[in-house]
Nanobody
Framework: QVQLVESGGGLVQPGGSLRLSCAASGRGFSSYYMGWFRQAPGEEREFVAAISWSGRSIQYADAVKGRFTISRDNAKNTVDLQMNSLKPEDTAVYSC?????????????????WGQGTQVTVSS
């Protein structure tokens, strides 16, 4: 089992940057596939990015490709999401998720463990 805690959210102007971090506690972090998802008010939770156990396989949603970068540090038990060129439509609660084995990293239902989320607001 793994516990996840996100940090780094906040208010930023359009075009700005934020770096989110997800800290995992528990054993075997390097054996978990990690994902970032977001949920805007009144919307369903949606996929943002995912990274494989070793970090060799990475996927992004089309909406964030080229602006967001996911990375992980298995020695520190963390997975980060660097967000650049932020837009108002990026405003949402961002959550990290973990699973040991997954067929489709983009699917919300594929993940077993979730953090509580951190609010990101992009506004002038």
């Amino acid at each position: 089992q793994v516990q996840l805690v996100e940090s780094g959210g906040g208010l930023v102007q359009p075009g700005g940057s934020l770096r989110l971090s997800c800290a995992a506690s528990g054993r075997g972090f390097s054996s978990y596939y990690m994902g970032w998802f977001r949920q805007a008010p009144g919307e369903e939770r949606e996929f943002v990015a995912a990274i494989s156990w070793s970090g060799r396989s990475i996927q992004y949603a089309d909406a964030v490709k080229g602006r967001f970068t996911i990375s992980r540090d298995n020695a520190k038990n963390t997975v980060d999401l660097q967000m650049n060129s932020l837009k108002p439509e990026d405003t949402a609660v961002y959550s990290c998720a973990a699973v040991r084995s997954i067929l489709s990293p983009r699917e919300v239902r594929g993940y077993d463990y979730w953090g509580q989320g951190t609010q990101v607001t992009v506004s002038s």
